[in-house]
């Protein structure tokens, strides 16, 4: 009898035990790419790529309580008309009343012959921080349960029409 109390309790020991180790200076995948965001205004229908689905309160100065719905383009560099190698598709909202800051969640849709699949992002944008890490929390075909780390750097910001972000994707978890 006692045999057969200690098998299973060593099996399952065995494998709540097993962890595997993360190292954050070697992730299994990692790219840059830049993300390109021209909110609409009102009159820039062909160019916008997001669009405000709420106005902002009057809670502040600093967008709080506005929601930003995207279909935005990834490029590999800085240039705008550059081929995009993905499209980031969700929101963003801004969530505080005495800075900037924006809530994100999104998913990156790859589409080329080097990727294809999905990558889940989500987490807080503290915008006037230098850099940002938001986090990667899964994804599909060849990101397959991925988890990772997104930094984001504001690479250049044109008034409240257009921004660009340098993303840095640093996936731990690759299956």
Not at 83 to 96: E, L, N, S
Not at 114 to 136: C, F, P, Q, W, Y
Request: glycine residues 6%; charged residues 20%.
């Amino acid at each position: 009898m006692l045999p057969c109390l200690l098998i299973p309790a060593c099996i399952s020991t065995l494998c709540l035990g097993y962890q595997k180790a993360l190292n954050p200076q070697k992730p299994c995948k990692r790219f840059v790419l830049y993300y390109h965001d021209f909110l609409f205004g009102g009159d820039d229908m062909a160019n916008a790529t997001s669009a405000a689905a709420t106005n902002m309160t009057k809670l502040g100065n600093f967008n709080f309580g506005m929601l930003v719905v995207f279909d935005d383009p990834m490029t590999k560099d800085q240039r705008l008309l550059s081929h995009p190698v993905a499209r980031a598709q969700g929101f963003y909202f801004y969530d505080m009343k005495t800075d900037y800051n924006a809530w994100f969640a999104y998913t990156l849709i790859f589409n080329s012959s080097h990727h294809k699949g999905t990558l889940n992002i989500m987490g807080a944008d503290m915008m006037m921080e230098k850099t940002r890490d938001l986090s990667v929390v899964g994804g599909r075909r060849d990101f397959f349960m991925a988890r990772g780390i997104a930094t984001f750097k504001t690479d250049t910001m044109q008034g409240d029409k257009y921004f660009r972000l340098k993303k840095d994707i640093k996936l731990y978890e690759c299956h």
